[in-house]
T-cell receptor, first 112, second 109 residues
Framework: GENVEQHPSTLSVQEGDSAVIKCTYS??????FPWYKQELGKRPQLIID?????GEKKDQRIAVTLNKTAKHFSLHITETQPEDSAVYFC???????????FGTGTRLTIIP | DAGVIQSPRHEVTEMGQEVTLRCKPI?????LFWYRQTMMRGLELLIY????????DSGMPEDRFSAKMPNASFSTLKIQPSEPRDSAVYFC???????FGPGTRLTVL
């Protein structure tokens, strides 16, 4: 089955700086890569996703890149703000079976 | 649209008792997923349904856990008998993009 590794497990960034979280996956059949943000005590919420036919996608301060050859994808947050503090999860899925495999999460702390 | 609805939001029970968690997915979504989240094990997929049919239950920890989806608008996850190690937050999610419900925080004493 699919295995997703996520790094780092914790990340502290000065407000205004950029944050990068990286994930690798093992199953070359995976073709959908969403990212979720989970604030303390709340549900995971989808913030951005990318499909395997695209190398990069951007939504305001958030961007995701995908390298299918190397089987890794990354989340980039620019101009970080205190409200970006949360746990971020990457995930991978083969749309054929709808089964998401999650990374272990990155706790991002934005230092004011 | 109310999103995914879960009940109860919090459940405290004693070891050995039966626990039933409920989920109402977003109308029109064909797939429904049950997850368990703990600090130690992270987010684990327990089971998922497509068109009310269980597709993959390989994540169900043991026979004490069972899940049903009698119709497109309702699913249950049952634990019988419950044990302290079942304490976790249980999420239901619906749709291919997996919109999560608010979760049920289960504490088994």
């Amino acid at each position: 089955g699919e295995n997703v590794e996520q790094h780092p497990s914790t990340l502290s960034v000065q407000e205004g700086d950029s944050a990068v979280i990286k994930c690798t996956y093992s199953d070359s059949a995976s073709n959908y890569f969403p990212w979720y943000k989970q604030e303390l005590g709340k549900r995971p919420q989808l913030i951005i996703d990318i499909r395997s036919n695209v190398g990069e996608k951007k939504d305001q301060r958030i961007a995701v890149t995908l390298n299918k050859t190397a089987k890794h994808f990354s989340l980039h947050i620019t101009e970080t703000q205190p409200e970006d503090s949360a746990v971020y999860f990457c995930a991978a899925m083969d749309f054929g079976n709808e089964k998401l495999t999650f990374g272990t999460g990155t706790r991002l702390t934005i230092i004011p | 649209d109310a999103g995914v609805i879960q009940s109860p939001r919090h459940e405290v029970t004693e070891m050995g008792q039966e626990v039933t968690l409920r989920c109402k997915p977003i109308s029109g979504h064909n797939s429904l997923f049950w997850y368990r989240q703990t600090m130690m094990r992270g987010l684990e997929l327990l089971i998922y349904f497509n068109n009310n049919v269980p597709i993959d239950d390989s994540g169900m920890p043991e026979d004490r856990f069972s899940a049903k989806m009698p119709n497109a608008s309702f699913s249950t996850l049952k634990i019988q008998p419950s044990e302290p190690r079942d304490s976790a937050v249980y999420f239901c999610a619906s749709g291919a993009a997996q919109y999560f419900g608010p979760g049920t925080r289960l504490t088994v004493l």
